[in-house]
């Protein structure tokens, strides 16, 4: 596709259920971020794939959270157990390579947790 | 840890005239990547100017450009001749050279005024 494309846009969900956020890179990039923005506020980094694999997990906010990588291309976050301080806009992004190269970031999935 | 800040929340501008941004970084590494994002009300971030910390020359592009002073962790974004698309959340973001935790400040909401 032409750009980072997220589904599903808006998730609405019960507080303890699980959610699945979606995120299909530009194609050919290896690196694929995500993050979350809480109302009013900053971007958080959550987790980042090179390739398949992720270096990194400590910025997972609990271990309600995981997220994979499959055949270095789409990507899954995961919640489990959903908690109303899980409610926020998930943005991915992903870059030709991992490092200082421009990352294209998705439209987001507002995820409200009632 | 690196921490990045933007002290100002909100700011406003006419139309045509110049306005700056400011922010500020901590960090003890030399070696780093700095960025401005733009997230208009559509949601999407979109990457406005970045800089690598090894290059002395502040960055521009067209209207946009950089105030890079190192020694001071400051890296202020000039937006000259306001334009009614620039009205936007503005986010200042830190990336160290040797892992891909990028770092975002809290944002500065501008409007730019007709």
Not at chain 1, 77 to 97: F, G, K, N, P, W
Not at chain 2, 9 to 15: K, L, R
Request: net charge neutral.
């Amino acid at each position: 596709g032409a750009g980072v494309s997220q589904s599903p846009s808006n998730k609405v969900t019960e507080k303890g259920k699980d959610v699945e956020l979606r995120c299909d890179p530009i194609s050919g990039h290896t690196a694929l971020y995500w993050y979350r923005q809480s109302l009013g506020q900053g971007l958080e980094f959550l987790i980042y794939f090179q390739g398949n694999s992720a270096p990194d997990k400590s910025g997972l906010p609990s271990d309600r959270f995981s997220a994979e990588r499959t055949g270095g291309s789409v990507s899954t976050l995961t919640i489990q157990r959903t908690q109303q301080e899980d409610s926020a806009v998930y943005l991915c992004a992903s870059s030709l390579l991992a490092g200082m190269e421009t990352q294209y970031f998705g439209p987001g999935t507002r995820l409200l947790v009632l | 840890a690196q921490t990045v800040t933007q002290s100002q929340p909100e700011m406003s501008v006419q139309e045509a005239e110049t306005v700056t941004l400011s922010c500020t970084y901590d960090t003890s590494e030399n070696n780093y990547y700095l960025f401005w994002y733009k997230q208009p009300p559509s949601r999407q971030m979109i990457l406005v100017i970045r800089q690598e910390a090894y290059k002395q020359q502040n960055a521009t592009e067209n209207r946009f450009s950089v105030n890079f002073q190192k020694a001071a962790k400051s890296f202020s974004l000039k937006i000259s001749d306001s334009q009614l698309g620039d009205t936007a959340m503005y986010f200042c973001a830190f990336m160290n050279h040797n892992n891909n935790d990028m770092r975002f400040g809290a944002g500065t909401r501008l409007t730019v005024k007709p």
